[in-house]
């Protein structure tokens, strides 16, 4: 893809200015997110602790609205010749960036030119597999992974009577009615991120393809595949409990998520990231716990995939700021800041040693809700089905699945009819891709 493609890789409808600041001692790194409620004001305190390290560097973090809202207007930026130094991107922009040579510095690079110490083994591999080249270079910084998890409101599935919490499909479903007759008339159970649960997570989780060649991520002629008989069997249970709001849609992203917070969901499937916001808004005795399954899916739970964002640094900046951007990076490898980020954000730690660090100090036998998405993540090696996904144009098919599904739960078009056609207009746009991308 050439620089002009990337520009035009997304629809901005805004203007993006910048102003001009005076000269200063410090050299300025502006950072780009898209962290709200608790992990803003983490991604603060980082920025004003890295600042207080050192002298020589100043990390600015701007919020820019919700994942596809920063990945725009960095596209924006860069096509303006206003890119921040670095980027968060979600997952599924990976594709968009890896393809976008000249617009970004891959992250191998960017640390071996400034001299820093760094090994990309010290990281996860579940995590740093997903930002890295097939020989392994690392193009992003991994930041903010999570993965999908059931949350449970436990204090309202007592009052139900719904003594165990639920481990697959039907299960929900049942406790999820047992909760609508004790008062949760608006919603039994819901979900945020409408096409990351019930497409993209739910096939990881089941060991069925969302594409072929490995879900794109052995290359960009992938072909979708998630209009399967499981795939519609599961819509379809969807669109039968919307009826009566014993399941109850909540929309494409995470904006949805205070229904949990608030007790009116007491069932809610979003990212373990949620944590951070649930510990500072829930008032009630809350826990997390593995995504459901089908008990007759062969094979099934397999193993989650990854969710969150990572950090890219984009092209065209000085040789001083590049060297900013690599201690800055340095001091968030540092072990005890990955594992006290990790235990007070709910997002995984990116380091073996962080992990082995928040094992050792016994903190998982206190917050047991912190593990489970570790250990979905580990469930069992992963497949060419759940090793991950990486799809060109993925934040506009995104929309596209999630307007089939939404179609499909307000009974205009079957459940087999919806997947059909999220599957046909998906390919349409992953030729389109392929062309941009070679």
């Known amino acids: 893809m050439s620089l002009r493609q990337f520009a035009a890789a997304a629809v901005v409808t805004a203007t993006f200015g910048f102003a001009v600041s005076p ?8 950072w780009w997110h898209a962290m709200t409620g608790g992990n803003n004001d983490i991604v603060n305190r980082l920025a004003e602790e890295f600042n207080a390290s050192q002298s020589d560097y100043k990390v600015v973090p701007t919020f820019k609205g919700a994942y596809p809202d920063t990945l725009n207007a960095g596209i924006a930026a860069f096509r303006a010749g206003t890119a921040p130094h670095i980027l968060q991107v979600f997952e599924v922009g990976t594709a968009t960036m890896m393809s976008a040579k000249g617009a970004i510095k891959p992250v191998y690079e960017l640390m071996k030119d400034a001299g820093e110490p760094f090994d990309p083994k010290a990281y996860l591999p579940a995590i740093t597999g997903y930002y890295s080249t097939s020989k392994g270079d690392m193009l992003s910084f991994p930041f903010n992974s999570s993965s999908m998890v059931m949350w449970i409101n436990k204090d309202e599935l007592k009052k139900a009577g719904v003594a165990e ?19 949760h008339d608006t919603c039994g159970f819901s979900n945020a991120w409408a096409s990351w649960a019930n497409i993209e997570q739910f096939s990881a989780w089941h060991n069925v393809p969302i594409g072929t060649k490995a879900n794109g991520l052995d290359g960009f002629d992938t072909v979708l595949e998630f209009n399967t008989p499981l795939h519609v069997k599961h819509l379809q249970n ?13 929309g494409r992203g995470s904006a949805s998520e205070s229904r949990f917070g608030s007790g009116e969901c007491a069932i809610f499937l ?6 951070a916001t ?8 809350f826990t997390s716990a593995p995504m459901p399954y089908y008990p007759d899916a062969p094979g099934a739970p397999q193993n989650s995939i990854i969710g969150g964002a990572s950090l890219w640094v984009m092209g065209g900046k000085s040789a001083d700021e590049y060297k900013g951007v690599a201690k800055f990076f340095t001091f968030l490898s540092d072990t005890n800041r990955q594992a006290k980020l990790h235990q007070e954000s709910g997002y995984l730690p990116i380091t073996k040693a962080a992990y082995e660090k928040t094992k050792a100090d016994g903190f998982y036998e206190k917050n047991p809700t912190l593990q489970t998405p570790l250990k979905e993540l580990t469930n069992k090696e992963p497949t060419e089905n759940s090793r991950g996904l990486r799809f060109g144009n993925m934040v506009q098919m995104r929309d596209v699945w999630a307007e089939e599904i939404e179609a499909a739960l307000a009974g205009k078009k079957t459940a087999k009819d919806a997947l059909d056609s999220a599957v046909a207009r998906g390919n349409a746009m992953l030729r389109t891709f392929e062309k941009t991308a070679k």
């Open 238 to 250: 969807l669109v039968e409990l919307q009826k009566d709001k014993t399941y109850d849609y909540s």
């Open 165 to 183: 919490i639920p481990k697959t499909w039907p299960e929900v479903f049942d406790a999820a009615k047992k909760l609508k007759a004790a008062g």
């Open 278 to 285: 649930a510990k500072s808004t829930a008032k009630f005795d």
């Open 270 to 275: 979003t990212s373990s990231g949620y944590y």
């Open 23 to 30: 000269a200063h001692a410090v050299t300025e790194i502006q």
